[in-house]
């Protein structure tokens, strides 16, 4: 039997590595939803209507903000620019970022597609009228409300900042504010839903 014992610990050992060395799943970095979400909405492009259904090809980054934000949506735009940059041009083909503005007030989709474009070209910006953009924030959960409100024009808008993932039509992935700056592991769990 002791003859055995190096054999064995030398066979433990080879089933220890080869454990340790297979390949995993991806940990996902964002909140994975366990029970994705089918979504939906149509707001108005810079060309006319648009549908989140239009882009079941893509992975979709979806943020909900406005043009005159003074913090949040600037850094969070700037953060899908680094990470959308970091994807290979094959895998940018198949990931849009999608900004919507919860201050149709102010933000016509010419505007808020503008604002998109500025962070990179190929980013989309929509708005629409009260009742769509209503509509588009219900169907994801999104907070909105006028704030510090000094007359027509001049008000800012408390929103949800939340940045949502949409695979196929459905909410897959979540990241909060502080999540999405974390350029590597958002684009590694990009990849990992391409």
Do not use: I, W
Request: proline share 8%; with cysteine; hydrophobic share 40%.
């Amino acid at each position: 039997m002791k003859r055995f014992l190096p054999a064995l610990f030398s066979v433990l050992a080879l089933l220890v590595l080869a454990y340790l060395l297979l390949p995993r799943g991806h940990t996902f970095y964002g909140t994975r939803l366990l029970n994705p979400k089918p979504v939906d909405f149509a707001l108005e492009g810079p060309e006319g209507p648009v549908r989140l259904s239009q882009f079941q090809e893509e992975v979709v980054l979806l943020f909900f903000g406005y043009v005159h934000c003074p913090d949040v949506c600037p850094t969070t735009l700037l953060a899908l620019k680094r990470a959308y940059e970091k994807l290979s041009p094959k895998d940018q083909e198949r990931v849009r970022v999608v900004f919507v503005s919860v201050d149709p007030e102010r933000d016509t989709p010419e505007v808020a597609d503008r604002y998109a474009k500025a962070f990179h070209p190929s980013f989309l910006g929509l708005s629409g009228s009260p009742e769509a953009v209503r509509e588009a924030a219900q169907t994801f959960g999104v907070y909105y409300q006028k704030t510090q409100y000094r007359g027509p024009g001049e008000y800012l808008v408390d929103h949800t900042a939340t940045t949502f993932v949409v695979k196929e039509g459905k909410l897959v992935l979540l990241f909060s504010p502080d999540k999405v700056e974390a350029t590597e592991k958002v684009v590694a769990d990009l990849k990992a839903l391409l």
